[in-house]
């Protein structure tokens, strides 16, 4: 697969790669320097080319990280980074947020923190609070079907939307948190890829970025530390303590990736 652009061109006109999404609900810069370009994604999306063609049907790569690691915008990143090379294949990427289960089911069961029992939604983004079963079917479906319609989280409403995302691309690229939980039931997942891609970092890199993002949702430094403490810590000490090993592996590091050797 070759680029359609030369990395000393792009070198001379930016230090920075910087693209604008919505994350969340909220506008993010993602900003990738030319190190991690040319070093890192550039290498994997050869990779991904690479093994759809020996493959010769759709490839299903996860890339799985803790929250706050910045999953879904290198995700889309690496999405629009592929259309900018010359490859026979697309690249979907889609997230597994579409199946939290809905608020209706959260706000009646609960979960048992502290030797009590909690109402799940207060606990949202726990692995019980999403539908792992619909999660393997819809997956076991990519590799089965041409079309496939897949459910998408509406962060507005914050509950799970009526909108489907069709999905049809030759390599998918399916983010989320808990894809290689090595745990029953979520464990099942991993059989259903053909590359797996994890981020890993230290945590108090981690809860600096959850709270900062969560301020930017409108919350106090207070309250944001507080849901960071309750909710964010303990989902990304799962992922990160309790996780398969993935076939490659990213280290965020002062906001900057590298290659875990």
């Not at 920075?16 to 919505?22: F, G, H, L, N, P």
């Amino acid at each position: 697969m070759k680029r359609t652009f030369q990395a000393d061109k792009r070198k001379e006109a930016a230090i920075m790669v910087k693209k604008m999404y919505t994350v969340t609900g909220l506008p993010v810069e993602a900003e990738y320097s030319d190190r991690e370009v040319d070093e890192l994604f550039l290498p994997l999306l050869d990779k991904l080319n690479h093994l759809r063609k020996e493959k010769g049907e759709r490839l299903i790569v996860f890339l799985s990280a803790p929250p706050g690691s910045g999953k879904t915008t290198l995700s889309l990143f690496m999405e629009d980074l592929f259309k900018e090379l010359q490859s026979d294949y697309t690249l979907q990427s889609v997230s597994m947020d579409g199946f939290h289960r809905p608020n209706s089911y959260l706000d009646r069961h609960t979960i048992t923190r502290d030797h009590k029992n909690q109402p799940l939604r207060q606990y949202k983004g726990v692995p019980e609070s999403f539908d792992a079963e619909k999660l393997i079917e819809r997956i076991r479906a990519l590799s089965s079907q041409e079309k496939v319609q897949w459910p998408t989280y509406d962060r507005l409403l914050h509950d799970v939307s009526d909108k489907t995302e069709q999905i049809e691309a030759d390599i998918v690229l399916v983010e989320g948190n808990y894809l290689l939980l090595d745990c029953p039931v979520w464990r099942e997942l991993n059989n259903l890829s053909d590359y797996t891609i994890a981020i890993t970092t230290r945590m108090n890199e981690l809860v600096k970025r959850l709270v900062e993002r969560k301020q930017k949702g409108g919350t106090t430094q207070k309250e944001a530390e507080q849901h960071v403490e309750r909710t964010d810590k303990p989902n990304a000490e799962l992922v990160l303590n309790h996780s398969q090993p993935a076939d490659q592996t990213f280290i965020l590091r002062n906001g900057q990736f590298e290659m875990l050797i």
